[in-house]
């Protein structure tokens, strides 16, 4: 993989250098000191994936992510010295495409760097993302069986979402009630080490409260849930939200699609499934079977997504009743809740 350093300090250069290059099939494409520079150097030369800082001179790495993809995009890794710190800006960046965060790695006096196995594998994980075909597998030939609408729960509105699933989440929750009679459940993918801060980040963004999913959290009207682990997060035959490691072999966790069909297995009333901006075919397959137990389903259109893959899979195996814009997708959530 050729890997690309933005970074205005020669300490973290350094760092992320040595780390890139300790393994054998990674090779530094260029550096930069600012994110213009960093515009101007993908322009010329897009490399596999971009190691981008946030705060430096010139340009900083939120409006440098922007530009390269709106006009040259690739893989980009948000590597900023304090992740806690900038979180504002992590997820700003990330609502334009990055894909994931984490902290620089720091090099010692005596040459050690501190932090290299995160940062490994977090790039391990994104060469396997955009190393994947664009290729869709094949449907189950048999899916749940719609389940007769149950007293006692609200309409659920379930969400997955991945790269730009940020922005479009806040965009999302800022246009439906404060308070109505739908309860909302979202599964992101993002690393567990982000997760409250997401929640407060879009509860700041949407003026909602959002919280963070424990095991045994029960759904009701009005609540806002976000998965908050590094497993996947289900619906039990209880009704409760709860995380699971299995299947272990699934690459994204959490995965939209184990989250969906669990849903559509046990929740006792009709919902509405929604699945946004972000790259790879999770969540199509889920909102199938979504669809087929009756819910209302919905998929990000192209040209408002950062990245049209999973809307792009749901589109193509039937499995959304509406295609929309990011603007229109409230409007027809709180229209189909309406409905139920």
Known sequence: MRIAIVNDLLMATEALRRVVSSRPDHTIAWTAKDGAEAVAKCARDRPDLILMDMIMPVMNGVESTRLIMRDTPCAILVVTATVDGNIGLVFDAMGHGALDAVNTPVLGAGGQVTGREELLRKIEIIGKL????????????????????????????????STGGPAALATILAGVPERWRAAVVVAQHV??????????????????????????????????????????????????????????????RPSVDVFFKSMALNWPSRGVGILLTGMGRDGATGLLALR??????????????????????????????????????AAAVVSAVEKL
């Open 130 to 161: 955009t190393g994947r075909p664009g290729r869709f597998a094949s449907f189950p030939g048999t899916a749940p069986e719609g389940l007769p609408p149950g007293s006692g729960h609200p309409p659920m509105v379930a969400i997955g979402c």
């Open 191 to 252: 690393d567990e080490m982000f997760a409250a801060e997401l929640a407060t980040w879009l509860g700041r963004r949407t003026s909602r409260r959002v919280e963070v999913a424990v095991r045994g959290s029960r759904p009701v009207a009005g609540d806002i849930w976000l998965a908050g682990t590094n497993d996947h997060v289900v619906l039990t035959a209880g009704c409760t939200l709860d995380y699971t490691r299995e299947p272990l072999d699934c690459f994204f």
């Open 292 to 329: 087929q137990a009756g819910w209302h389903t919905i998929a990000q259109d192209e040209q408002s997504s950062i990245v049209y893959g999973m809307p792009r899979a749901a589109a193509e195996l039937g499995a959304a009743v509406e295609v929309l814009p990011l603007d229109d997708i």
